[in-house]
C-alpha cells in the first residue's frame, strides 16, 4: 500500500498526465523524433510543419525517397513534383505512425480549398498511399479546410468512402455547426490564432485563460456539439500558452506542440476538467441549421472568422509552394546525378 497522499501523489504528478486523464493528448509536429518523450494518442501535421522537417538533416532520407517514387511514376514536371509531395507527406505519416498507438492526420493542399472534388480525389490518393503501404484508413485523419466546400468534401468522403477527416482552418461557430451537420468525424477549431487576432485587431493585448476568446470559442462549439448529442469530437489546436491547454481540460482532444507538450511535461501544478457533457448539456444554445446561404452569411458575419480563414489558406499554400520548390531543385539534382 502507498503512503503518499492523493493530493500529494497529485502535486508530484505532471499537468500532463493529469490532462490525459481528461483528454485525448496529440502531437501537432511533423518532427516524429519529438514525439516519443511524450506518449501522445495521436499526432497532426500540416503543410507548414512538413515544410519545417523536411528542412531538418535527419529527415533527408524521406525526402530523398519520395523524389525517387515521384520520378519513377513519370509523367510531366508538374505531376511528379505533386506524386513527391504526397508520398512525402505520407512518409511522415507512416513514420508518426511508428511512434502513436492511435491516428496520424495529414492534410489535403490548401490551394484546393474551394475545388470539392478536387479535395476528394486527393484524399483517396492519400488514402490509397497510406493503404500501399499496409496502413488501415481507419488510422488516417484527412485534414481539410473548413471552407463551404471543403466541408463538403468531408461529407462526402465520409458517406461515400469511410474516409475519417480533420476539419482544420476552423475559426466561426458557423464552420462548427455546418461541420457538425455534416457528420464529419473531427473538428480542429484553433485557438492561439483567434487569440493573435484579437490581440491584433482590439485595445486588449492580454487575455486570462478562462476569458481568452479563442478558449471561449472552442468552449462553445464543444458545449453545443455534446448538448445536442453530434457524434463530431472536438480536437482544439494552434496553443500559444499551457493556460490555454489547462483551460480546455475536458475536450474530446488537444492537439499540442512538442514545446508546449515540454512545458506541461515539468509543471506541476493541479489541472481539473474545465470542459463536461454535464456543463455542456446545461447551457442554453439553441440548436440551429444552416444551409449554404446561410452558412456563408453568418460565416461572413464573423470578421475574424473571415479573415483567419483566408490567412490561413493563404499561410498553408505559401509553404505548399516552398515545398514544390525544394523538391523541384533536388529532383533536378538527382536526375541530372548531382
Known amino acids: 500500500m502507498s503512503s503518499v497522499s492523493p493530493d500529494k501523489r497529485r502535486k508530484m504528478e505532471s499537468a500532463l498526465s493529469q490532462l490525459k486523464k481528461f483528454t485525448v493528448v496529440v502531437a501537432d ?39 525517387k517514387y515521384g520520378i519513377a511514376k513519370g509523367g510531366t514536371e508538374e505531376e511528379q513534383v505533386a506524386n513527391t509531395m504526397d508520398k512525402l507527406f505520407v512518409s511522415f505519416g507512416l513514420e508518426i505512425l511508428k511512434k502513436v498507438p492511435g491516428r496520424v492526420s495529414t492534410e489535403v493542399d490548401a490551394r ?54 480533420n476539419m482544420t482552418l476552423l475559426f466561426s ?71 490555454e491547454v489547462k483551460a480546455l481540460a475536458g475536450c474530446d482532444l488537444l492537439t499540442i506542440s512538442p514545446g508546449l507538450l515540454a512545458e506541461l511535461s515539468e509543471d506541476h501544478s493541479a489541472i481539473t476538467a474545465m470542459l463536461s457533457v454535464d456543463k455542456a448539456k446545461a447551457c442554453d444554445l439553441e440548436k440551429i441549421h ?12 464573423d470578421r475574424m472568422a473571415v479573415e483567419k480563414l483566408s490567412d490561413g489558406i493563404r499561410k498553408f499554400a505559401a509553404d505548399a509552394v516552398k515545398l514544390e520548390t525544394m523538391i523541384k531543385e533536388k529532383m533536378f539534382n538527382a536526375k541530372n546525378g548531382q
Open 173 to 243: 461557430f458557423a464552420q462548427a455547426v455546418a461541420c457538425a451537420e455534416a457528420k464529419v468525424t473531427l473538428i480542429s477549431p484553433f485557438v492561439g490564432r483567434i487569440l493573435d487576432w484579437h490581440k491584433e485587431n482590439t485595445d486588449r493585448k492580454s487575455f486570462e485563460p478562462h476569458e481568452d476568446p479563442g478558449v471561449l470559442s472552442v468552449t462553445k462549439i464543444f458545449n453545443y456539439y455534446k448538448k445536442f448529442g453530434y457524434s463530431t469530437v472536438v480536437m482544439g489546436a494552434s496553443f500559444r500558452n499551457t493556460g
Open 112 to 165: 484546393l480549398s474551394f475545388d470539392k472534388d478536387t479535395m476528394v480525389t486527393k484524399a483517396l490518393k492519400l488514402i490509397s498511399l497510406y493503404e500501399e503501404a499496409g496502413i488501415n484508413k481507419d488510422r488516417v485523419l484527412i485534414k481539410l479546410s473548413s471552407t463551404w466546400e471543403g466541408i463538403q468534401a468531408g461529407k462526402e468522403l465520409e458517406e461515400k468512402h469511410g474516409v475519417h477527416c
Open 290 to 301: 444552416l444551409d449554404e446561404k446561410a452558412f456563408r452569411w453568418q460565416h461572413n458575419e
Open 29 to 67: 509536429t511533423g518532427d516524429f523524433n519529438a514525439i516519443d518523450e511524450y506518449k501522445p494518442q495521436d499526432a497532426t501535421t500540416n503543410p507548414s510543419l512538413i515544410l519545417a522537417a523536411a528542412k531538418m538533416p535527419e529527415y533527408q532520407n524521406l525526402l530523398d525517397q519520395a523524389i
